[in-house]
């Protein structure tokens, strides 16, 4: 069983940056594939980045390439989220999630955390 825990969300003007990271303990972190994803009220959970378990692959949702860039510490168990020129519409609980297949579907992710709340002011 592996456990996820996010940090780092809060409140930031539209064109700042803001860096969320994941904690994942219970498992042996390296095998798993990492994914961000985010849910904005009354919308679908929506795919943000995806990285492989050794960190040489990412893939990014379109409505983020260019912005936001994953990135992984396999020594220290977590998984990173740095995100830049943040829009209104980047708005969203961010979840953290881990799964055996990099994927961007959420089926494909096992084990999720709870959530971190990211607000972008206009």
């Known amino acids: 069983q592996v456990q996820l825990v996010e940090s780092g969300g809060t409140l930031v003007q539209a064109g700042g940056s803001l860096r969320l990271s994941c904690a994942a303990s219970g498992g042996t972190f390296s095998v798993y594939a990492m994914g961000w994803f985010r849910q904005a009220p009354g919308k679908e959970r929506e795919f943000v980045a995806a990285?492989?378990?050794?960190?040489?692959?990412?893939f990014y949702g379109d409505s983020v390439k260019g912005r936001f860039t994953i990135s992984r510490d396999n020594a220290k168990n977590t998984v990173a989220l740095q995100m830049n020129s943040l829009k209104s519409e980047d708005t969203a609980i961010y979840y953290c999630a881990c799964g055996r297949v990099l994927d961007t579907g959420t089926l494909k992710y096992n084990y999720w955390g709870q959530g971190t709340q990211v607000t972008v002011s206009s």
């Open positions: 990285i492989s378990g050794s960190g040489g692959t990412t």
